[in-house]
């Protein structure tokens, strides 16, 4: 029988604090401070979870509605590149109007209680044309990145029109701005670091944080910038035949190295290191600002990354001992085009990887349109984790067994880790998958964690259960929720929420191929009923034969008078999950369409949901449910009870306009030519093809758009090839994608309305040296399928 043993170490001695030259406002009602192991807000452990948004590709007339779609996810700090070039193109042209307004998105991310975390560059990478750099800065000096003063003068006006625009939305001022990042990727020049620090500060800017990316081994300038942290579940910027690489595989493994010499490894000599990986371990807390919230294509190199992979890897990093978890991008988005150049990191600009001139969609868990993914649910599940128990997490230390895996390819080794207090209580951490290679099931495991006090160890569960090959989860051990102990549960937290009847429901999700268990001491439990079968064994009450669900609701009645509920919902259920403010009082909502829980509005909106469909017609469950049924527009609405839910459906109207949009015309106008002859670029690696092929090899097809498509339409196309773009019948390049085996969406209102789409497919070359992840026949290029795609979206409000 597999049993797995730890002995949690002798807790370490109290973190450093105010050792760092951090400082938020002396106003500020919530004081930001940094202690050498976690973040504290308002003097309590704090563990941000930051999500990246690019607003200068994203259409300003969709930010709101996006950043709360965020928010609802579980992000608390809205992280952003400031990206020079689509601001200043031009000299003295700086534009901050349409979707370049900084200043509006930061009042945006003010309303609805988000966290901003500008990074200013002034290099940002982002695949972007010299990494954001302007071309007219780039002519200027043979010396960017540098304390070279003919770059630090064009470098000054960028930072004080920044400021301006952040004027009013410091902490000083009640604004959002918490943290403020410097360059990007930069390994080797400290100093310059430094100088950019001051000379921010110079121009206005001003941040309780001073954060800078720390990959690659960084040197930084001593205490004045907190190093953040990344890790992603696969690269575009490898090689095509590279497979996958090791810098990717370590980040499915709990380790305390918390260095990816990996991320921008193909703009740095990877022999180069700064500084030793573990050089800031002593001084600062592991946090982060890339965990990859998905991945961009190349050229050369198109990966897929999947749902597992993002979650597998966020629960990993949080079992590691992360203390702040920061998505890139947790929002995808489009380039806009350039006036004298297109905008993408390409081979014209000597950087290694051709990239999309429109698209950077990132498999983000919401997508370039603001697309559900089904990743979003799997992090959401881990934020409401952390919204809810993140200030006793984040200070507990992260342990690993002694029997750990044997290197970064031991699959047959179980991978787990525990965070405790270093007395009694803590989370246990599991992952079992990892992409590309399935990781095998362990049956009739167990574990014994033993604590270094005198609290006995803890042995669990009683009866020996297989983790599924793919599983990923946390357990509680000895946590304590209004009074009741739950010693363990074989169900990962969710959340609590509190229902009219003044109990505290604790919720749980189980996962697929365990039976739960659920572990409460006898001593704070003075009665128990509900689901399940109760048996008394060692000082606890034992409670299993649970059926995961709505109904999986175990009350009690706990020793010191209170009412606590556990309610176990099966793994799709919990998925389902948000949690938020609605109509007035905090409520958990289950629905498998997209929820938007909007405060200042006083609104519940939801939102179709592309990615799978959902039921129909629409359904939410709520806990506890409003005094009133809601009431929404061109609907009625029926509640039934469900569990300790109500269970709210939505009957559309029928007189409602909502007709589905018929089939989209599609003609094929000309069948594609012979692939364009492969050619290489930067480090030999295959260079996308010119834009000429497009006008005399592609094979085109017309598509006829209505000029009355609903809001938020996408026109999904299935097709197969090597290149894809959209252009106008004026020639305007509007979409573009590269193969990699997913659907292409474009979203309608992008799209001239009434007026013949053009979509020119170029066919892949046999010898082409490009990675995909599904096969793409040679010499062909073809749309299969054309459909429009309607997204509904539905306002619930207060009766």
Known sequence: ???????????????????????????????????????????????????????????????????????????????????????????????????????????????????????????????????????????????????????????????????????????????????????????????????????????????????????????????????????????????????????????????????????????????????????????????????????????????????ADIGALGLTKIGCGSVWQGYYMFHGGTNPLGDLTTLQESHATAYPNDLPVLTYDFQAPLGEHGQYRPSYDELRLQHLLLAEFGERIAPMESALPADGPDGQHDRTTLRWAVRTDGRASGFLFVTNHQPHEPLPAHENTTFTVAFPGTEPPLTLPTTPVTVPSGAYFCWPLRLDVAGLRLDWATAQPVCTVADDDGRTILVLAATDGIDPELALDARTVGKITGAGTVRREAGRLLVTGLRPGTEALVETETADGGRVALLVLDATTARTAYKGTAWGAPRLILSPYGVVLDEERDEVRLHTRTDARPAEPPVLAVLPAPPHPPTVSGATLTGTPDGPLTRYTLHPDPTTPGTPLPEPSLTLLRPPGPPPAPTTGVLARASAPADEHYDAVAAVYRVDVPGDVPEGTLLRLHWTGDTARAYTRTGELVADQFFAGHPWELAADRLPPGEPLLLKLLPPAPDAKVHLPVEAPPGVAEVKRAEWVTRRRWTLRPA
Request: charged share 25%; proline share 10%.
């Open 1 to 307: 029988m597999p049993h797995h043993h730890i002995q949690v170490p002798t807790p370490s001695p109290p973190p450093l604090r105010d050792h760092l030259p951090f400082s938020d406002a002396p106003t500020a009602p919530d004081p930001i401070a940094v202690t050498s192991r976690w973040l504290t807000r308002a003097g309590r452990p704090w563990f941000p979870v930051s999500g990246e948004f690019h607003y200068s590709r994203h259409p300003a007339a969709h930010w709101e509605e996006e950043l709360l779609k965020m928010k609802a996810g579980g992000i608390t700090a809205v992280a952003s590149y400031l990206i020079w070039i689509h601001h200043e193109e031009t000299e003295g042209d700086l534009r901050f109007d349409g979707d370049r307004d900084l200043r509006r998105f930061a009042r945006l991310c003010a309303r609805h209680g988000l966290d901003l975390i500008p990074r200013i560059g002034p290099w940002s990478h982002a695949e972007v044309r010299n990494g954001g750099l302007p071309d007219w800065v780039m002519a200027r000096t043979h010396a960017p990145r540098t304390d070279d003063p003919s770059y630090l003068t064009a470098v000054r006006p960028w930072f004080e029109a920044v400021a301006a625009q952040l004027r009013g939305l410091d902490r000083a001022s009640g604004g959002p701005v918490i943290a403020l990042q410097i360059e990007n990727e930069l390994y080797d020049q400290p100093d310059h670091l430094l100088t950019l620090k001051r000379m921010a500060r110079d121009a206005g800017l001003d941040a309780p944080l001073w954060t800078s990316t720390a990959w690659g081994g960084v040197r930084l300038p001593g205490d004045e910038l907190l190093p953040l942290y990344g890790g992603y579940p696969e690269t575009f910027w490898t090689e095509h035949d590279g497979g996958w690489p090791d810098t990717c595989r370590k980040h499915f493994f709990f380790t305390h190295q918390r260095d990816d010499e990996g991320i921008g490894a193909d703009l740095r000599p990877t022999t180069v290191r700064g500084t030793d990986p573990s050089a800031h371990a002593d001084r600062f807390p592991w946090a982060t600002c890339e965990l990859g919230g998905g991945m961009a294509v190349a050229y050369h190199r198109r990966p897929r990354v999947d749902a």
